[in-house]
């Protein structure tokens, strides 16, 4: 069994700073990619950042220059340094893996944590 624990969510004022955590632990093989996702209230999850076991990164367009991703491979953590924050980057942010619980197995990307809740208001 996999868990995805992230932390590090809240409320803060627009043009400021949040830092998410998220560690995987359980029966895991290898990780090939992590990501974070967020939901906003009446919208559909959407990406906002991955990053490969190579360093490979993905951003949307909406956080680039803002946010950064950075992942530890031995500890199986991925990170999210959220700067100027807006208003509309609110919502529910999700940890996301796609890895391996075996060796021979497919990789599965339909990994998930809980959520964290980050609020940008003043």
């Known amino acids: 069994q996999v868990e995805l624990v992230e932390s590090g969510g809240g409320l803060v004022q627009p043009g400021g700073s949040l830092r998410l955590s998220c560690a995987a632990s359980g029966s895991i093989f290898i990780i090939r990619a992590m990501g974070w996702y967020r939901q906003a209230p009446g919208k559909q999850r959407e990406l906002v950042a991955a990053?490969?076991?190579?360093?490979?990164?993905n951003y949307a367009d909406s956080v680039k220059g803002r946010f950064t991703i950075s992942r530890d491979n031995a500890e199986n953590t991925v990170y999210l340094q959220m700067n100027s924050l807006k208003p509309e980057d609110t919502g529910v942010y999700y940890c996301n893996a796609d890895l391996k619980i075996t060796g021979w197995g497919p990789y599965q990307d339909d990994y998930w944590g809980q959520g964290t809740q980050v609020t940008v208001s003043s």
């Open positions: 990053v490969t076991s190579g360093g490979s990164t």
